[in-house]
């Protein structure tokens, strides 16, 4: 019940196209919904995040769709750019802590 | 600069030694995390803290140690109880309590020769 669940493993798109990343989860009683983005050798950064009472959030290229009935949150890459090639952890929390999807290696080529 | 620093980059260890992780923060943030990735893994809690000298145990804290006796600094003990400690080891700290905005370090690589 503490798990998310993270797919694709790995994306290929071409560059300018829109990436798309989904997670799952059982437990309603996540809160909070942070999608963060981590380069080799480098922590993960804090990209976009999304509370349950909120269907989407747009931040630049970068959204957020969340179906709190169907527990499923989403995010979407617009125009992705190959700077945009990195790992991306889609995260819920509960009770002061974070629990991460496995992660989805995303390459965008030129 | 206001952030999460730690140290060193890169750690080298013999089986059976025991190794501590620095992790210090001068964000004024209450609560801090330790989290352990491995490759094509998400991340994994060992430990975290939401006040000086109290700390809680993650989801796989066997085989670690840590103290938080100053509110900047959580440091993190890797014991030679760690069977498998080679990997990544990522620190975080967050703003409030219960709030889900964790901010991360540059992480540390841990490597058992």
């Known amino acids: 019940q503490q798990q998310v669940k993270q797919s694709p493993q790995s994306l290929i798109v071409q560059k300018g196209g829109i990436s798309i990343i989904n997670c799952a989860y059982e437990?309603?009683?996540?809160?909070?919904f942070p999608w963060y983005q981590q380069f080799p050798g480098k922590g993960p950064a804090l990209l976009i995040a999304?509370?349950?009472?909120?269907s989407e959030k747009k931040e630049g290229r970068f959204t957020i769709s969340f179906n709190k009935s169907a527990k499923q949150f989403s995010l979407h890459i617009m125009d992705s750019q190959p700077g945009d090639s990195a790992t991306y952890f889609c995260?819920?929390?509960?009770?002061?802590?974070?629990?991460f999807g496995q992660g989805t290696r995303l390459t965008i080529n030129p | 600069d206001g952030g999460i620093t730690q140290s060193p980059k890169y750690l080298f260890r013999k089986e059976g030694q025991n190794v501590t992780l620095s992790c210090e923060q001068n964000?004024?943030?209450?609560?801090m995390y330790w989290y352990r990735q491995d490759p094509g893994q998400g991340l994994r809690l060992i430990y975290y803290s939401q006040i000086v000298n109290d700390f809680q145990k993650g989801d796989i804290a066997e085989g670690y140690s840590v103290s938080r006796e100053k509110k900047e600094s959580f440091p993190l003990t890797v014991t030679s109880a760690q069977k498998n400690p080679t990997a990544f080891y990522l620190c975080a700290s967050s703003r409030e309590r219960g709030s889900g905005e964790q901010f991360f370090g540059p992480g540390t690589r841990l490597t058992v020769l």
């Open positions: 995260a819920a929390s509960i009770a002061q802590k974070l629990v």
């Open positions: 999304i509370r349950p009472d909120v």
């Open positions: 964000l004024n943030h209450d609560a």
């Open positions: 437990n309603t009683a996540f809160d909070y």
